[in-house]
């Protein structure tokens, strides 16, 4: 999401002890329950597989009342910690607790949340205060070695995990081409959060810093494909943004594919429009965006979540509703909404038409299954079985 203010090289003993409670992990996991996601999902009602297709917002800092009763009442499977928190673990934890609480079989069939934030460095740090790090920016991240970088974000996702997040929307893989087009890409070189100015640069360091989440078992979400780093508009703030440039096999899609083939569970869609692919629809909704060319083109076989279809200027044209058809429709998973408002037109609407069309509904049961084998990785299904 644009926020408007906003390999590993030895076997040290750091390498060594990630790789260990990597192991013990998943061992865990493993010896817990046969976590089998397609059983998963046949014991679910369909109103609990549409839920799992929506991740609502609450202030990182304060219970928004109105989330946390959607969990029950639209069966909502994920929520992510928005805004700023300045005073450390304390009062995040306590919003990711007490959205953790309302998870049970009438809710969620058992199935826990990924409880997500932005934490990219920069201006888009949510979580802020004691217990976490002053990152910098991606742009300085990307002066570091790929060790480094590495170990510093499984810090930082350790950091996350301490206050109840599991899932970063994070990192950001979109190129700028240079300092001078930085000054003229307001969502991305405006606040320094590419990588680099190459997409040598951007992919391999965008590769460390998901593989250091995942080393501290956070989940990472690479953005925003098939990239803003060559618009002049921010899609949260301005409407019929733009991309005139990008092409179906442009280069400027290399950091995207390495984020891919580095097995990547999660990629979060652009909603910008792009001329040379689909100038009908922004890719959010694009299926030729999304299906040829993401899952397609690169293989992508994870959760793709879109940006932010709440508030954000560039989808205002299009009903709530219509936002929530569009991206499922176009093959997406997990529709972001980063205030509640909207979502229960939103769940209502995705919820007709997966009773009334059989195709739309396999749509929706492939998107939650593929949510439900992320979560089955992060140990978050429930027991089934025996």
């Given at each position: 999401?644009?926020?408007?203010?906003?390999?590993?090289?030895?076997?040290?003993?750091?390498?060594?002890?990630?790789?260990?409670?990597?192991?013990?992990?998943?061992?865990?996991?493993?010896?817990?329950?046969?976590?089998?996601?397609?059983?998963?999902?046949?014991?679910?009602?369909?109103?609990?597989?549409?839920?799992?297709?929506?991740?609502?917002?609450?202030?990182?800092?304060?219970?928004?009342?109105?989330?946390?009763?959607?969990?029950?009442?639209?069966?909502v499977?994920?929520?992510?910690?928005?805004?700023?928190?300045?005073?450390?673990?304390?009062?995040?934890?306590?919003?990711?607790?007490?959205?953790?609480?309302?998870?049970?079989?009438?809710?969620?069939?058992?199935?826990?949340?990924?409880?997500?934030?932005?934490?990219?460095?920069?201006?888009?740090?949510?979580?802020?205060?004691?217990?976490?790090?002053?990152?910098?920016?991606?742009?300085?991240?990307?002066?570091?070695?790929?060790?480094?970088?590495?170990?510093?974000?499984?810090?930082?996702?350790?950091?996350?995990?301490?206050?109840?997040?599991?899932m970063?929307l994070?990192?950001?893989t979109?190129?700028?081409?240079?300092?001078?087009?930085?000054?003229?890409?307001?969502?991305?070189?405006?606040?320094?959060?590419?990588?680099?100015?190459?997409?040598?640069?951007?992919?391999?360091?965008?590769?460390?810093?998901?593989?250091?989440?995942?080393?501290?078992?956070?989940?990472?979400?690479?953005?925003?494909?098939?990239?803003?780093?060559?618009?002049?508009?921010?899609?949260?703030t301005?409407?019929?943004?733009?991309?005139?440039?990008?092409?179906?096999?442009?280069?400027?899609?290399?950091?995207?594919?390495a984020?891919?083939?580095?097995?990547?569970?999660?990629?979060?869609?652009?909603?910008?429009?792009?001329?040379?692919?689909?100038?009908?629809?922004?890719?959010?909704?694009?299926?030729?965006?999304?299906?040829?060319?993401?899952?397609?083109?690169?293989?992508?076989?994870?959760?793709?979540?879109?940006?932010d279809?709440?508030?954000?200027?560039?989808?205002?044209?299009?009903?709530?509703?219509?936002?929530?058809?569009?991206f499922?429709?176009a093959?997406?998973?997990?529709?972001?909404?980063?205030?509640?408002?909207?979502?229960?037109?939103?769940?209502?609407?995705?919820?007709?038409?997966?009773?009334?069309?059989?195709?739309?509904?396999?749509?929706?049961?492939?998107?939650?299954?593929?949510?439900?084998?992320?979560?089955?990785?992060?140990?978050l299904?429930?027991?089934?079985?025996?």
């Amino acid at each position: 999401m644009q926020t408007v203010l906003c390999n590993r090289v030895g076997y040290g003993p750091g390498v060594f002890s990630s790789v260990v409670a990597a192991v013990a992990l998943a061992l865990s996991i493993a010896h817990a329950a046969p976590h089998r996601p397609a059983q998963v999902l046949e014991d679910m009602t369909l109103a609990q597989r549409v839920g799992q297709l929506f991740m609502v917002g609450t202030p990182a800092d304060r219970v928004d009342q109105r989330t946390r009763a959607q969990i029950g009442a639209y069966h909502v499977g994920n929520v992510m910690l928005t805004g700023r928190s300045h005073d450390g673990v304390r009062k995040p934890k306590h919003v990711s607790t007490v959205m953790r609480r309302e998870v049970d079989a009438a809710s969620t069939g058992g199935v826990r949340l990924f409880v997500a934030t932005d934490q990219e460095g920069g201006l888009v740090r949510v979580l802020q205060g004691p217990g976490f790090s002053d990152i910098p920016t991606a742009l300085v991240q990307g002066t570091w070695g790929l060790p480094r970088l590495r170990h510093a974000a499984e810090t930082w996702a350790g950091q996350l995990r301490g206050a109840g997040v599991n899932m970063n929307l994070a990192p950001v893989t979109d190129t700028v081409p240079g300092r001078k087009a930085a000054r003229h890409n307001p969502p991305i070189g405006k606040y320094d959060r590419e990588f680099g100015y190459t997409t040598r640069v951007v992919g391999r360091h965008g590769v460390a810093f998901l593989r250091g989440m995942t080393d501290g078992h956070v989940v990472p979400t690479v953005k925003h494909f098939p990239g803003l780093g060559r618009v002049r508009g921010n899609t949260d703030t301005s409407a019929h943004v733009t991309d005139r440039v990008t092409t179906r096999h442009d280069s400027y899609l290399r950091p995207f594919r390495a984020a891919v083939r580095a097995g990547v569970p999660a990629v979060m869609m652009s909603t910008a429009y792009y001329s040379h692919l689909d100038p009908r629809w922004p890719a959010a909704f694009s299926p030729f965006v999304v299906g040829t060319m993401l899952r397609g083109d690169l293989g992508f076989r994870g959760v793709v979540i879109s940006d932010d279809l709440a508030r954000a200027k560039q989808v205002a044209s299009f009903s709530p509703a219509g936002r929530a058809l569009r991206f499922i429709g176009a093959g997406g998973d997990i529709v972001l909404v980063v205030e509640p408002d909207p979502l229960p037109a939103m769940y209502d609407a995705v919820l007709e038409r997966a009773r009334n069309s059989a195709t739309f509904r396999a749509k929706v049961d492939a998107a939650a299954l593929r949510v439900l084998r992320a979560k089955d990785r992060q140990g978050l299904l429930p027991r089934v079985g025996p």
